[in-house]
């Protein structure tokens, strides 16, 4: 969309996640840059592993400036980039939930003094978008955040409705490889949570999404493919 860019990395050679769950496709850790008519804002500063790609990106785009840096899960592919983005980039303002202010206290050591806490309903005005905070406790940590940006209605999903696939494409396709990914990902990371991930999948059917922005793997350009 105007506006709206992934700027994250790629990760084809990753065949193991949390120590644990194969990972035969790679993934991608999913960075988002919203840029408005007043503010511009970051979702998620990738794994520190690759953070340089970000950084690289970002450079590339000609990024000078930045207002906000959206946490929107503590996971180290997630945060773990935020040290050397705030070096790059010390004016931006981080925003998170409490309950990702206090994990990243915790796993990334980041001042809880430095977040602007925000909550389920609050608006980040950026101008002439707005983003829309929508907690996800559960889906599968207790912080998961989901934020929607009501203009182009993209919904930026965070783990939930993600895959750990790594493509060159920005947008998911109809691939079996891909959909089996997916089921994996649901599978391995969020069925224990499902009563909670019924109720979130509920809610994203009530926003009607036109696009399904997750941390890891392409864009769902047709919500259905993943909701289904």
């Known amino acids: 969309a105007d506006g709206v860019f992934e700027v994250g ?13 194969p990972t035969p496709y790679g993934t991608t850790y999913n960075s988002y840059l919203v840029i408005g008519s007043e503010k511009t804002a970051l979702i998620d500063a990738v794994d520190p592993e690759k953070v340089h790609v970000l950084m690289k990106n970002l ?11 959206i946490c929107l899960h503590t996971e180290q592919d997630h945060s773990g980039g935020n040290a050397e983005f705030l070096r790059r980039f010390p004016q931006a303002e981080v925003i998170a ?20 806490v925000i909550a389920e309903g609050d608006k980040i005005e950026l101008g002439d978008c707005t983003l829309v905070c929508y907690p996800i406790p559960f889906a599968h940590w207790p912080d998961n955040t989901m934020l929607w940006l009501e203009q182009e209605k993209i919904l930026f999903s965070t783990d939930l409705f993600g895959s750990h696939f790594s493509t060159s494409k920005a947008f ?9 990914a997916a089921k994996s990902y649901y599978s391995e990371i969020m069925m224990p949570f499902r009563s909670h991930i019924a109720k979130y999948t509920a809610k994203t059917r009530e926003l009607q ?3 399904i922005a997750p941390a890891h793997g392409p864009v769902w350009y047709d919500p259905e493919l993943i909701l289904s």
């Open 9 to 21: 990395a790629a990760h084809p050679e990753r065949q193991l996640f949390d120590c644990l769950m």
């Open 59 to 69: 450079r590339e785009a000609g990024v000078e400036h930045i207002d906000y840096l």
């Open 97 to 116: 939930t409490t309950k990702v202010r206090d994990l990243m206290a915790t796993h990334i050591h980041q001042d809880p003094a430095k977040v602007r």
């Open 172 to 180: 998911s396709t109809s691939s079996s490889q891909l959909q089996l």
């Open 209 to 211: 999404p036109r696009m």
